[in-house]
């Protein structure tokens, strides 16, 4: 495979995962947002102890906590979107019903 295609589904794969994590991160289970971080994390170790004799560990290191850190900014991120569209649809219900 052409090393430019590798690189476009690398980037189609990632726009993909940070699609997902955005939307579970808005819904109104809060643990679902923590569904891709730990899927991530399962993947990073998993590929870590199949290919050990060709990764630079502190490489990986970085790479995991990277995506980590990223990946749960999404979700801190998508839950206080979902804080704050509950207290506007509770700031319209007051207004209801004061009128």
């Given at each position: 495979?052409?090393?430019?295609?590798?690189?476009?589904?690398?980037?189609?794969?990632?726009?993909?995962?940070?699609?997902?994590?955005?939307?579970l991160?808005?819904?109104?289970?809060?643990?679902?947002?923590?569904?891709?971080?730990?899927?991530?994390?399962?993947?990073?170790f998993?590929?870590?102890?199949?290919?050990?004799?060709?990764?630079?560990t502190?490489?990986?290191?970085?790479?995991?906590?990277?995506?980590?850190?990223?990946?749960?900014?999404?979700?801190?991120?998508?839950?206080?979107?979902?804080?704050?569209?509950?207290?506007?649809?509770?700031?319209?219900?007051?207004?209801?019903?004061?009128?």
């Amino acid at each position: 495979m052409d090393p430019n295609y590798k690189w476009l589904i690398a980037i189609l794969i990632a726009i993909v995962i940070i699609g997902v994590q955005s939307y579970l991160s808005r819904r109104a289970n809060v643990y679902l947002g923590a569904i891709v971080p730990i899927l991530y994390l399962v993947f990073i170790f998993g590929w870590w102890i199949n290919r050990t004799e060709n990764v630079n560990t502190s490489s990986l290191i970085k790479v995991a906590v990277a995506g980590t850190v990223f990946l749960l900014g999404t979700w801190v991120k998508g839950r206080e979107s979902q804080k704050n569209k509950r207290k506007k649809e509770l700031e319209k219900m007051k207004l209801h019903d004061i009128h």
